[in-house]
C-alpha cells in the first residue's frame, strides 16, 4: 500500500477542517503510507470546484456515488450532515473503500445499527470504518485517559460533563440545517451531547447504561436567511419568513454505568450565553480527581487525594511535553496546541491503523453505542422515565 488515495465528502466546516488534517498529517508525522487528497464532493459542481483549489484537493465533483465507484479511490470521509451519512458510508463500504464518518454516526439508531452492520461485512474483507470523535485525540483527552486507567483517580463516584455554545442565543439567528431534525437528527443532544457522551466513556473507560434526562427547544422558529432555504447554513440576514426549529437547543441527563456505582450528569447547550465550545469534564474518584476544560484544552487539572492537605489541591498539568500523547510531533513545552490537530490525529490514527490492517477507533460499533444513548435520552425526556440502553 503505496498511498491513501482519499474522496472528501463535504466542504463547509468539517470539511475544512478535515481538509487540513490530511494536509498536515504526513508532514509532521511519520506514517506508514501517504494519503492523497484527490476528490473533493460537493451538491454544488462550481462551488465544490472553488472549494477543492481552496483547501488542497486535486479534483473535484458533484457526483459522489460515481466518486466511490472509481478504482482509484481508496478512503472516503464523509463530512456531510447526518441524513446522508447512513447512504454513503455504506455504498462506500460496499465499493471496498475505508470510511471515515463525521459524528454522530447517524439520525437514528436504525440507521447507526445498518452502517454497523455493513462495516462489521467489510471488515471481514479488511476495510476498515471509524467515527470522527476527535476531541478523543486531544492531547489532554487521551493523557486523562491513560491517568484513570493507571488508578490515579481511584474508584470513578462522579462523572460530570459539559458542552456549552452560545452561537444560537440570539432568536434571530437563522434557520440552519443543525436546527432541522430532518437533516441532523437531534439538536444539541446529538451535534455536541454526542461528543461528551463518547468523550466521558473514553476517558473513563465506563460505558452509559441507563439515562434519565430533559430536551427543551427555547426558540420554537427563526428567521429563514434571505436567499436560503431553511436547510443551509444561514446569514442571519433581513429574511421576515420565519420557519420551525424541530430539534432541541438544549439537553440535560442524567445517567448510571455499567458495573459501576457512578453517577453522571450531563449537559449539552446552544444557549449557554457567553460559553464559545466549552466542553467541561470532571472525573471525581476515590483517590483523586481530573478536570479538562476545552476553552483552556492544553491543561489538565488533576487532584491527588493522597497529597498531604497542607500542599493538597488540584495541579494546573500543562499537556505540551513530548511524553504526551501526540505532542513529541509537535512544538517544544508549552506552544500549544488547537482545534484543528484533533482532527490531525484523527487523520494519523486512521492512516496508521489501515496500513496495519487494524481496526481504527473509534469504530461504527463505538459510534452506534453514542446513538444508543442520544435515543434513550429523547426516548426518557418524550416519557418522563429512566431509560437503559440496549446492549
Ligand atoms: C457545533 O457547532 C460544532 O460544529 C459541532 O458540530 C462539532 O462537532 C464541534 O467540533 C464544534 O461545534
Not at 458533484?62 to 455504506?90: K, L, M, N, Q, Y
Request: proline share 4%.
Amino acid at each position: 500500500m503505496s498511498s491513501l488515495r482519499v474522496a472528501m465528502i463535504g466542504h463547509a466546516f468539517m470539511g475544512a477542517a478535515h481538509s487540513q488534517a490530511w494536509r498536515v498529517a504526513p508532514r509532521f508525522f511519520d506514517l506508514p503510507v501517504d494519503p492523497v487528497m484527490q476528490v473533493l464532493c460537493g451538491r454544488d459542481a462550481a462551488r465544490a470546484a472553488e472549494a477543492a483549489t481552496r483547501l488542497g484537493w486535486e479534483e473535484s465533483s458533484d457526483d459522489w456515488r460515481a466518486v466511490i465507484a472509481r478504482e482509484d479511490i481508496d478512503v472516503v470521509d464523509i463530512c456531510t450532515p447526518g441524513d446522508s451519512h447512513a447512504e454513503i458510508a455504506i455504498a462506500a463500504l460496499a465499493a471496498g473503500k475505508h470510511v471515515i464518518c463525521e459524528k454522530p454516526l447517524a439520525n437514528s439508531v436504525l440507521e447507526a445499527e445498518e452502517m454497523t452492520a455493513a462495516a462489521e461485512q467489510a471488515a471481514r474483507q479488511g476495510v476498515r470504518a471509524m467515527v470522527g470523535f476527535t476531541y478523543r485525540r486531544v492531547p489532554a483527552v487521551a493523557f486523562a485517559r491513560q491517568l484513570v486507567a493507571e488508578g490515579r483517580v481511584g474508584e470513578v463516584r462522579h462523572v460530570r460533563a459539559q458542552y456549552l455554545q452560545d452561537w444560537i442565543a440570539d432568536p434571530d439567528a437563522p434557520l440552519s440545517w443543525r436546527l432541522e431534525k430532518e437533516k441532523a437528527g437531534s439538536g444539541a443532544l446529538g451535534d455536541i451531547g454526542a461528543h461528551i457522551v463518547d468523550l466521558t466513556q473514553f476517558i473513563t473507560g465506563l460505558s452509559i447504561s441507563e439515562v434519565s434526562g430533559q430536551l427543551e427547544t427555547f426558540v420554537k422558529e427563526r428567521p429563514i436567511a434571505a436567499g436560503a432555504t431553511a436547510g443551509t447554513l444561514g446569514g442571519g440576514g433581513s429574511g421576515v419568513e420565519r420557519g420551525p426549529v424541530t430539534v432541541d437547543d438544549a439537553a440535560v441527563f442524567l445517567a448510571r454505568f455499567a458495573g459501576s456505582t457512578a453517577l453522571g450528569v450531563y449537559e449539552a447547550t446552544r444557549f449557554a450565553t457567553g460559553r464559545k465550545n466549552a466542553i467541561r469534564i470532571e472525573v471525581n474518584g476515590s483517590r483523586g480527581s481530573l478536570a479538562f476544560d476545552f476553552e483552556d484544552m492544553n491543561v489538565l487539572e488533576l487532584f491527588d487525594a493522597d497529597e498531604p492537605a497542607g500542599t493538597a489541591g488540584f495541579r494546573r498539568i500543562l499537556v505540551t511535553e513530548p511524553e504526551h500523547p501526540y505532542v513529541a510531533a509537535w512544538w517544544p513545552a508549552g506552544h500549544g496546541l488547537g482545534y484543528e490537530h484533533g482532527f490531525t490525529h484523527q487523520v494519523v490514527d486512521f492512516v496508521t491503523a489501515v496500513a496495519a490492517g487494524e481496526q481504527p477507533t473509534p469504530s461504527f460499533a463505538d459510534g452506534l453505542g453514542v446513538q444508543r444513548v442520544l435515543d434513550a435520552v429523547e426516548t426518557s425526556s418524550d416519557t418522563r422515565s429512566w431509560q437503559e440502553i440496549s446492549a
